[in-house]
Each structure stands twice: as structure tokens, then as C-alpha cells.
């Protein structure tokens, strides 16, 4: 059974990609009316590069997550089995 959730699990995780995507997206637009810079953005700032790039980690991180952790409650609840580790001591 845990071997049905790797297609779940890539497809959970694209989805996720895509809404963290978008709620970074969002949450740029609250900061800055301009694009997030790069970090080879030659006419930028530090703190604007270094801001863009750890809001971006936080939101894209945080998002996979809880979307990781919705599909395996919900995997467990629909076959009665848990995708992945029981207890934090078995990684």
C-alpha cells in the first residue's frame, strides 16, 4: 500500500508547488508593486534580494508541508495505512 502513495504523493506535491507559487505571488505583491528580483539583479539591493529569496524558501517550504502532511492524513484515512515514518526515532 505505501507503494500506491509515490504517484499520490508526486502529484500531492505538484499541486503544492503550484499553490505556493501563487500564495508567494500574493504575498510579494503586499511588499513590492515589482517583480521579486534575482539574485543576478544588477540594480537591486541586498536586503530586497536576500528578503524576496528567504520569504520565497519559508512560503514554498512551509506550503510543502502541510500539503506532504494533508496527503498522508488523507491516504491514511481512505486505506487505514501511514505513507511514511510512525515515530520521529525511526528516521
Known amino acids: 500500500m505505501k507503494l500506491l502513495y509515490k504517484p499520490v504523493g ?3 506535491g505538484f499541486v503544492g508547488g503550484m499553490l505556493a507559487r501563487r500564495l508567494f505571488g500574493a504575498l510579494w505583491a503586499r511588499i513590492d508593486d515589482a ?3 534575482k539574485p543576478t539583479t ?3 539591493s541586498w536586503p530586497r534580494v536576500i528578503g ?3 520569504l ?3 512560503v514554498f517550504r512551509g506550503t510543502k508541508a502541510a500539503v506532504d502532511r ?12 501511514w505513507p ?4 520521529p ?3
Open 56 to 58: 520565497q524558501g519559508a
Open 84 to 87: 511514511g515514518e510512525r515515530d
Open 52 to 54: 524576496a529569496a528567504a
Open 10 to 12: 508526486l502529484v500531492v
Open 35 to 37: 517583480e521579486p528580483p
Open 70 to 81: 494533508a496527503g498522508a492524513k488523507s491516504f491514511a484515512h481512505l486505506f487505514g495505512v
Open 42 to 44: 544588477e540594480r537591486t
Open 89 to 91: 526515532d525511526e528516521a
